[in-house]
């Protein structure tokens, strides 16, 4: 087959089938795991006006000033495509006017103009839940411990946690001044994107991934050095709440994450599996993000997890075609074309997927069972319909045996593996 016309466009990928098929397991994971959380889920719109992100995730933030689709609409709205979940959620919490508290998940496509290289793509998909009006420190435990029991569940075998926390606005104040201090005598010594976000946004530089800034701030007081005593106390809280889990964690006492309204915790799930992109996924406290948006103070915590990167991390899927629940009928001469017709739509009343091919001879048709991918074929010749049996086929081991037309559907299933 020569190409096609047109190829996708860069940062995008496509999932035929079988990848679809794996996909889809992934997100019943999620959706389980949120679900035996008490989590509900909500669905937002994939773009929303270009505001909701800047005053959100914060106009000097790299994702909203480098990495948006924002484009005006054709009546001239700003619109941008969502490159995160959770500002959307927190609008469409006050706009339905939500009762709090309350546990929402979410799972859909994310839109990110970045570099694409493996585990970063322009367009990905996030899992997500927030935990609403909740202050506690046992809801950041809650959150962080339904993430690792997803990794968990998926087999993800070498997913550690990171633990931090970054204050809150009356602390957060006195650590930024210690910080810039700090920094400003070695400014020649960071990287141009480090010496702008000095101005902008000085706790971004604590997770530049440039070696020499990396020295740097080895040196740099940590934001959970310089926490208020309820911030302090919060943190010992968390962790106690973690251990009690029995959750591992590891301290990271430079885990600022790339959203700018955190506050107190944040975490991350990192795979040593991934390489450079090494993020599964992450989240933290925001508690301030639903006054941003006008409305009452909420305290708030969640996550979010990249499908795609989970995907990386998993184990590799068996080798070999990966046969579908599906039986193919097959027929050997038109004389049983009616009776195959028959026993395709039993099969489909009783529950059982099955399909058939409707050109063609029988090895035309055997080519299409293993296209399909299908367990196995049920065929019927001149020979079965008298005798009111079929041939039943095994397509992983390619076994045939004969059973009474009466019993396909049990044997069928019998064949089906998951
Ligand atoms: P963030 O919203 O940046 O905290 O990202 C949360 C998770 O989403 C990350 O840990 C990744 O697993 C995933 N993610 C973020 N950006 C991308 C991207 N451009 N391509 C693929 N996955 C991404």
């Known amino acids: ?230 911030c302090r106390e919060h943190f010992v809280a968390v962790r106690a709440a973690l251990e009690r889990r029995g959750l591992r964690y590891a301290l990271n006492n430079r885990l600022v994450r790339g959203l700018d309204y955190y506050n107190r915790t944040t975490f991350e799930y990192v795979s040593g599996r991934l390489g450079e992109q090494n993020s599964l996924g992450g989240g933290g406290r925001y508690d301030y993000l639903f006054e941003e948006f006008g409305g009452p103070p909420t305290p708030a915590v969640g996550l979010a997890i990249g499908m795609e990167r989970t995907m990386l991390a998993m184990p590799a899927a068996p080798a070999g075609p990966g046969r579908r629940r599906l039986a193919f009928v097959i027929w050997m001469t038109e004389n049983e074309r009616a009776a195959a017709g028959e026993l395709l739509d039993q099969l489909r009343v009783d529950g059982v997927p099955a399909q058939a091919c409707f050109e063609g001879r029988p090895g035309r048709q055997f080519k299409a069972a293993d296209a399909a991918r299908a367990a196995c074929c049920v065929i019927i010749g001149p020979d079965e319909l008298a005798r009111g049996v079929v041939g039943l086929k095994d397509l992983a081991t390619g076994e045939q045996t004969e059973i009474p037309r009466n019993i396909v559907t049990p044997e069928v299933r019998a064949l089906f593996r998951d």
């Open 1 to 230: 087959m020569s190409g096609p016309k047109h190829a996708r466009p860069k940062g995008t990928r496509d999932w035929p089938p079988e990848a679809a098929a794996r996909r889809r397991q992934v997100e019943r994971v999620f959706r389980h795991t949120a679900g035996i959380f008490g989590f509900e889920e909500i669905i937002t719109p994939t773009f929303e006006h270009a505001e909701v992100f800047l005053k959100s995730s914060g106009e000097a933030s790299d994702i909203v000033t480098k990495e948006t689709y924002t484009f005006p609409d054709r009546a001239g709205r700003q619109l941008t495509l969502r490159p995160e979940g959770t500002p959307g959620v927190v609008r469409a919490v006050l706009e339905e006017r939500l009762r709090l508290p309350c546990r929402l998940f979410y799972y859909g496509p994310y839109f990110r103009y970045c570099r694409p290289q493996q585990g970063r793509a322009r367009e990905f998909h996030q899992f997500g839940v927030e935990l609403l009006g909740e202050a506690d420190p046992e809801a950041d435990a809650e959150v962080i411990v339904l993430g690792k029991w997803f990794f968990d569940d998926l087999g993800v075998a070498d997913c550690a946690v990171q633990l931090n926390s970054i204050g809150c606005r009356e602390c957060r104040p006195g650590y930024r001044s210690a910080l810039v201090e700090f920094l400003s005598a070695r400014r020649g010594e960071l990287c141009s994107d480090c010496a702008a976000r000095l101005e902008r946004n000085p706790l971004r530089v604590l997770d530049c991934k440039n070696e020499s800034c990396q020295l740097v701030y080895a040196g740099a007081p940590k934001p959970a050095e310089l926490l208020c005593p309820e």
